[in-house]
DNA sequence: AATTCGGGGTG
DNA sequence: CACCCAGAATT
């Protein structure tokens, strides 16, 4: 803190916080959960956006709260609902945890949030950052915040060279977070103001610090380093996967499958899909695989793990789509017919309209538009 | 300390 | 395609 203070010319914190709030009050954007202090919202809003991004949130968020008024009715919900709104958002685990916790805090909490960081972070899918934001938006209490943008400002501010990442990186942002928080009130604008000068001014790429509010505060616009801080991360490997869908029709109904639990988009709907990856690996090392080993791979993957038997089958289409850090190219398939014992009740035949209702995976929904446009009938 | 959770928007 | 995102939990 005192470092902060020294290096920052003869200013103090507070004429920062001055100048960056100046900033925000002209050039703040107009987002929903903004409009608010209650906890609630503003908890659904910070979950919905870790990890995401702003543009993708908006509807989502505007849609859930206007199902989910309340923590009451949230708790009170079925999963698979919860689920189905959550749906194309990503890390489902979010909307699980979300759905915990709000059982939690009305069966412990009377419903209501505790207004403070412990316990908050006691919850599931709550942690220190969000835990912050909860406190400080809700309740403009003083709680620091590190999240993507801010942890980038910083950086810039104190010229931090080290990987963000590493462990005494982030316990220099916290502590510096800490040190900017005013003690008598404000600390909800602060904040939302730093993460808003990160996003639109201290940017990843190209920071408009000539715009910059407190480019005389930051040490790496003095070093000509804003570029260079913060350092970028390793680029990821990235690990393929080859996966094969069916679409198998019965007059109107289609088949489809609700992921189980333990597996990758756990309670999610889809088209039913198998791994294939390592079949076709053996199989064709690099080539572009033929339509005919494809095919007699799909209906093998599926015998073997649904115990399906699959016919008349024919490549239909192919997706590719990334998770985390796999890349999966998705071959689709129509089959015509298909024997099987019994089916497990994982699946069921619905109709389009039914399937549409569903909480599907992306590639699910992409399917199903996919499907409606070809005039299967 | 590293890995694992999705998915879409953007250049 | 590459990069990025209002992180948290698990190992």
Known sequence: MTKFIDMATTLSVRSFRTALLRWFAKHQRD??????????????????????????????????????????????AEEAEVLRLWAGLGYYRRARQL??????????????????LEKLQHLPGIGRYTAGAILSFAYDA???????????????????????????????????????????????????????????????????CADCPVKKYCRAYAAGL???????????????????LIIVQKQK????RRNPAGGWWEGLWDFPRVDITETMTALVSKKTPTERILVETCQAAFQAKFDLHLDSISHVHTLRHGVTRYRIRLDCFRATSLRLKKLP?????????????????????????????????
């Not at 569903?358 to 070809?374: N, P």
């Open 99 to 116: 759905h915990a916790a709000a059982k939690q805090i009305c069966d412990q909490h009377e419903g209501q949030f505790p207004p403070e």
């Open 226 to 244: 804003e570029n260079e801080v913060p350092c970028r991360p390793a680029k990821q490997k990235f690990t393929a996967l080859h996966h094969a």
């Open 142 to 208: 003083p709680a620091p915040i590190v999240e993507a943008n801010t942890s980038r400002v910083y950086c810039r501010l104190l010229a931090l060279t080290a990987p963000p990442s590493q462990a005494a990186t982030q316990k220099e942002l916290w502590t510096f977070a800490e040190s900017l928080q005013p003690t008598s009130g404000g600390s909800g604008a602060l904040n939302q103001a730093l993460m808003e000068l990160g996003s639109l001014v201290c940017t990843p790429q190209a920071p408009q």
């Open 345 to 377: 009740n994982e699946f069921q035949w619905l109709p389009l309209p039914a399937i549409e209702l569903l909480g599907l995976t992306s590639t699910g929904r992409k399917m199903l538009r996919w499907i409606s446009a070809q005039d299967f009938s």
């Open 31 to 76: 987002l929903p959960w903004r409009h608010t202090h209650d906890p609630y919202a503003i908890w659904i809003s910070e979950t919905m956006l870790q990890q995401t991004q702003v543009a993708t949130v908006r509807s989502y968020y505007e849609r859930f709260l206007e199902r989910f008024p309340n923590v009451w009715q949230l708790a009170d």
């Open 253 to 256: 109904d289609f088949l489809v």
